[in-house]
């Protein structure tokens, strides 16, 4: 009995424990805990993904009514499913804004040629600084940022049908102590 | 009554299952022929109802009776029939029905043509096999009963998502099946060799065919789904390294290493307990997949229907089946006796870095895939892993692969030398130069990865024309003889040549078409023109078309080139009633050189029409070497059919060319 021969039992037994965890945890994978939750939005100053457009800064999230902040990237397929919704907030006059995440810009012109742009303005993020400061998990991800810049609520994941009216109701409820 | 019926067989499957995998164990324990002799005829029972129960559902789809909970929520009446009857298994319970079909069929095809491999082992294999079916039987019937019915029965049912209703789509998890399942039969080979502590060429003469059809049908079913989901999703891309896929890409990676290890067992007897784990690990990743899709342990667009019960049964079946495995791997690995040297240029040399590679890729896809469920289990922080991180890590592996396929073959088996298998290769590099510049030619620049990839590509044509010629004595012996001296090569070794072939045709084609893809996306009115590659795609016009259960719009392109048509293309918009969404069909004229793609959208308003045109290089070339690889599997298994179960290794009439020794 060579101790060689036990690693692949015990690397197996490993994952089974971790695999033990997340069922047990019982979460969806799409619940987070909630770090910068009721903090302001960390700083940062974005370039834009074209030239000669505006890029996207946290002053730009202190507008003084609630938006959204989205964390997409052409490379990442569930953007692609929640992507109508965003329009759909969008055109309700909402405002979203986009990070876009370790992207290239070619791509994301495509990508937003190809599905409709329903940002107000994007920042790149070319190598993910910000996301880390904005503690992003994976993409996508969906922030709500009251009108003072401070986080009500962070969707990871796409916002899937059953997601929306949790994310409509975060919405509300960031609009009900108004800012005075 | 006919559900009933279905449900009934299913339990009588799951009876002789327990039956199947105690007795014929206990008969060879005991050197009992009454009890070894049940295994076959259990293993056919098994088989026979899982059929029957396959049939009943089946026969619920077609006749649409939504009284059946199942068929009432997958299925509808309008449907056409081909979808009726996959859309059996366009579902959790159908397809697990599907899977344990497909289990037991194999079981019964050991059985069958196992008659000659010594009797207690056969025994052995059928129980071990017996095992997986009963827990995936027990899934069945306390979790996820397909044959549930519906109080009231509802008058329609609630269709089957229009994204599904395709061909491709229709045949790809049959496919799929046929190869996660194939691989039990390694697997149940490996326990019954563990269980009698002996595994020697004659075992790995046996278990290569088995794995043979494993890895065609899941080489197959894979590129059945990277089609569909270029030509149904519209956007044109083939792979997205999601958890699903990769989940079918790693038993795939793991089987290619096993093909190989297996060879050097039973050509030289080494690698004996490495080409055993193998044989067990490649079949836990096919359980794996089969937790991480079922589970929703992972987020993926394929996902079924999460259920955390379901999630915790198969869990626990995990534990039992590929903990109990390597326990037993762990307890007995180490007497299995260690078999012949080999120095380390050598075709067996080339064999262990070929499994080495294969076995850190199949690694990397692992860690990617479940890196974000680890990090979240001990930590609790969440992380998605992006192409970017599968394709930097992969490219490198890949191209050391190529590299070292091309130079493997040419190799003599125990001791090769590598200045005379460079000697031959002069050809190959500079075939692999002009590859390299034939591409610039054609396409122009681009970076230098895209080189790179034409030139390890030719590489590997020009290394295998090298062994070709070589092994049918090109030059060296009467032309006049050239086709009777390739025509006596064994079967197997054209087979591996094809399936090399393949490899680099995919190559080829991953590189161009991720390279050179041209793109337009336009509004047009009918009349336009629009130039894209060197072709020009005329606009004609926009029809609404009605079909079974869709409407759509229909966009009429006629392309052509330097003033010659080329071919006329109707990309469509469908919108389907039942459940109601929108899918795109876009239009693809393959041509050799590549694809022109075609994909209609939503008009403007005022009389303008969104589309998206592509022309993207060799595209067809990764299909084309998957098919090569298939083919080349067939072809190789083909050479082996008489030698299932052969039951002495000295039976096999040796081959004429006795210089080089075939490799497989």
């Known amino acids: 009995m060579r101790p060689a021969f036990w690693v692949p039992l015990i690397l197996f037994l490993g994952l089974v424990a971790a695999f033990a965890v997340q069922l047990a945890s019982g979460d969806n994978p799409h619940d987070l805990p909630s770090a910068l939750i009721d903090k302001p939005v960390p700083n940062f100053d974005l370039p834009p993904i074209r030239m000669g457009e505006a890029g996207l800064k946290s002053e730009d999230l202190k507008s003084g009514e609630v938006v959204l902040l989205n964390v997409f990237a052409s490379w990442c397929a569930p953007c692609r499913i929640e992507h109508p919704f965003l329009s759909e907030l969008a055109e309700e006059g909402i405002p979203v804004y986009g990070l876009n995440y370790k992207d290239r810009p070619q791509d994301v012109a495509t990508f937003l040629r190809e599905l409709g742009d329903p940002y107000a303005e994007i920042g790149a993020d070319n190598n993910g600084r910000v996301g880390v400061d904005f503690g992003v998990y994976g993409v996508p991800e969906t922030y709500v940022i009251s009108g003072d810049g401070r986080i009500m609520y962070k969707h990871v994941g796409p916002i899937l049908p059953q997601n929306q009216d949790d994310l409509r109701k975060a919405i509300a409820a960031a609009r009900q102590p108004e800012p005075q | 009554m006919i559900p009933e019926i279905g449900h009934f067989a299913l339990i009588l499957a799951l009876c002789f299952a327990f039956l199947a995998a105690s007795l014929p164990l206990i008969g060879a324990a005991r050197g009992d022929t009454r009890l070894i002799g049940l295994a076959p005829p259990l293993a056919l029972g098994q088989f026979f109802f899982v059929s029957l129960a396959f049939a009943s559902l089946t026969y619920a789809y077609v006749t649409s009776d939504f009284s059946v909970a199942n068929v009432a929520s997958n299925s509808h009446s309008l449907k056409p029939m081909l979808y009726k009857i996959t859309g059996v298994w366009g579902n959790h319970e159908g397809s697990l029905v599907l899977w344990v079909m497909t289990l037991t069929l194999f079981g019964a095809l050991v059985a069958l043509f196992g008659r000659s491999l010594p009797s207690a082992f056969l025994a052995r294999t059928l129980s071990i096999q017996a095992m997986i079916a009963i827990g995936f039987l027990l899934f069945l019937l306390l979790t996820s009963n397909p044959f549930e019915r519906l109080v009231p029965a509802p008058f329609e049912g609630n269709g089957l998502n229009p994204l599904l209703q395709d061909p491709g789509l229709a045949f790809h998890p049959p496919l799929l099946y046929l190869g996660y399942v194939g691989l039990s039969v390694a697997f149940s080979f490996a326990i019954a060799a563990l269980i009698e502590g002996r595994i020697g060429p004659r075992w790995?003469?046996?278990?290569?065919?088995?794995?043979?059809?494993?890895?065609?049908?899941?080489?197959?079913?894979?590129?059945?789904?990277?089609?569909?989901?270029?030509?149904?999703?519209?956007?044109?891309?083939?792979?997205?390294?999601?958890?699903?896929?990769?989940?079918?890409f790693m038993p795939w990676l793991c089987a290619t290493a096993l093909l190989h290890s297996a060879i050097v067992v039973e050509k030289r007897d080494a690698l004996k307990r490495w080409t055993i784990l193998l044989a067990i690990l490649c079949f836990s990743l096919s359980l794996l997949g089969t937790f991480l899709v079922r589970s929703g342990i992972l987020t993926s667009v394929h996902a079924f229907a999460v259920d955390a019960e379901r999630g915790v049964f198969i869990l626990i079946f995990l534990f039992i089946a590929i903990g109990g495995s390597l326990a037993l791997y762990a307890w007995r690995a180490s007497s299995l006796e260690p078999g012949g040297m080999f120095s380390t240029v050598s075709r067996e040399g080339a064999l262990v870095l070929n499994n080495l590679l294969l076995s850190v890729a199949t690694a990397i896809v692992l860690m990617g895939t479940l890196y974000p469920l680890l990090l979240d289990a001990l930590t609790g922080a969440k992380v998605s892993v992006g192409p970017p991180f599968f394709e930097l890590s992969f490219i490198p592996l890949s191209v050391l692969l190529l590299i070292a396929l091309g130079v493997g073959p040419l190799l003599a088996w125990k001791r090769g030398n590598l200045g005379r298998a460079a000697k031959l290769l002069p050809p190959a590099v500079l075939l692999a130069i002009l590859g390299a510049g034939g591409a610039w030619l054609i396409w122009g620049a681009g970076p230098v990865m895209a080189f790179i990839g034409f030139a390890i590509a030719f590489w590997l044509i020009a290394a295998i024309l090298v062994d070709i010629a070589q092994k049918t004595k090109l030059g060296r012996a009467p032309l006049s003889t050239l086709f009777q001296r390739a025509g006596g090569l064994p079967r197997s070794i054209w087979g591996m040549w094809a399936a090399h072939l393949g490899m680099a045709v995919l190559v080829l084609g991953v590189t161009a078409s991720e390279t050179w893809t041209e793109e337009k996306l336009v509004i047009l009115t009918p009349g336009e023109t629009v130039e894209v590659g060197d072709f020009q795609f005329g606009f004609k016009a926009v029809d609404p078309v009605a079909g079974p259960n869709y409407t759509a719009?229909?966009?009429?392109?006629?392309?052509?080139?330097?003033?010659?048509?080329?071919?006329?293309?109707?990309?469509?918009?469908?919108?389907y009633s039942s459940p109601h969404m929108e899918t795109t069909e876009a239009a693809i004229y393959p041509l050799f050189m590549g694809d022109l793609y075609v994909v209609v959208g939503d008009p403007d308003g005022i009389g303008g029409w969104s589309a998206r045109l592509y022309y993207k290089p060799l595209i067809s070339f990764i299909w084309a070497g998957v098919l090569l690889m298939v083919l080349g599997g067939a072809l190789s298994l083909s050479d082996r059919r008489l030698r299932v179960g052969a039951p002495h290794p000295k039976a096999r009439p040796v081959p004429n060319v006795a210089v080089h020794q075939p490799a497989e």
């Open chain 2, 553 to 575: 719009i229909r966009g009429q392109f006629s392309v052509s080139r330097n003033g010659r048509h080329v071919a006329d293309l109707w990309p469509e918009q469908r919108t």
């Open chain 2, 204 to 248: 790995a003469r046996w278990v290569r065919p088995w794995v043979l059809v494993a890895w065609i049908f899941l080489g197959a079913g894979i590129a059945l789904g990277s089609w569909w989901a270029y030509y149904e999703l519209g956007w044109g891309g083939w792979w997205f390294w999601d958890p699903v896929e990769n989940a079918s």
